[in-house]
């Protein structure tokens, strides 16, 4: 039995009695993500931890540094490319499927708070933060992964480590990216 009183849904695999106040540890993480996919019996939510890397979608970054008139400018997705052309090649920026959004949870970039009257999700517009704009000068490492639980729920860090340039598939050519060579 957990501490919530709810059972164990992972099979004992790992540990039962973790203080969410405390967080996980890494081994931890490590031990979540590995679990198969579960419905809760209680709620049916999906009870999975992935693990999910800060990869090639970071060329938001680029993009919403690039195109920023000023540090407090916010940018609409709809008026970011999804692909740009980089010698010769067809290369994403940002799939439409929200991995952008994720930069989020590295404190990279920011979406712009609603209208508390207005009944979307979310606003659309996206700006990079300074630790954003510091991460993508290759002054700032970050965790390589996240740890999440579905819907959205970050739980902890890899500890490994990614600078910038790392994130950027081998095609990416950083420096020319940087100097708007798209």
Known sequence: MTRNGQG?????????DVPPEDGFTFEQLLALERVPVAKCPYCTRTLKVY???LGSFATFLIYLYRARTSPEQW??????PREIRIDGVDVTIWNGGG???KLEWWGLTENKPLDPKSEQSSSGQWRITP????????ELAVPKYAFYRPPLEVLGWHEDVIMMAESLPAYFNYRALMRGEW
């Open 51 to 53: 693990k999910w890397k």
């Open 131 to 138: 630790k954003g704009v510091r991460f993508l000068l290759n």
């Open 99 to 101: 991995d952008y959004a």
């Open 8 to 16: 164990d849904f992972f099979d004992g695999q790992p540990p039962e």
């Open 75 to 80: 940018l609409h997705i709809r008026d970011c």
